[in-house]
């Protein structure tokens, strides 16, 4: 008795910002790649099919793109994320709660209570 199928593998590559062209509202999008697999014995041995899609956050809507587009698109997502790479946030943007160079993080220096914006509210 031979035991054979296929298993589907869903990655997310990526989340951009778009312009949905159903519901026409910028928003994030996620750019997807489904493969399907041959499976003999419940062992994944080969990918027989490769499709991408984009799903939009707002409205739930997905389109089948084509890997050439997806590739264009997670080429634009590298190139816009590369300046995000020393805080970890798209754009260079730093993180909630993280200070920017040379400022104070959000408790000022410690040892400084008694002035607005410095100092730790919850030491004694």
Excluded: W
């Excluded at 389109?63 to 997806?70: F, Y």
């Excluded at 798209?90 to 160079?101: C, D, H, I, V």
């Amino acid at each position: 008795m031979i035991i054979f199928g296929t298993k589907g593998y869903l990655y997310q590559l990526a989340i951009l910002t778009l312009v949905c062209g159903h519901c026409g509202n910028p928003s994030a999008h996620t750019l997807r790649k489904r493969v399907t697999k041959f499976t003999l014995f419940f062992i994944p041995l080969f990918p027989f099919s490769t499709k991408f899609a984009t799903q939009c956050t707002f409205c739930g809507v997905d389109q089948q793109i084509s890997k050439e587009q997806a590739d264009q698109l997670l080429a634009q997502s590298a190139e816009h994320n590369a300046g995000g790479q020393q805080y970890g946030q798209p754009g260079g943007a730093p993180a909630y709660g993280q200070p920017q160079p040379g400022q104070p993080g959000p408790y000022g220096q410690p040892g400084q209570p008694g002035q607005p914006g410095q100092g730790n509210p919850y030491q004694r």
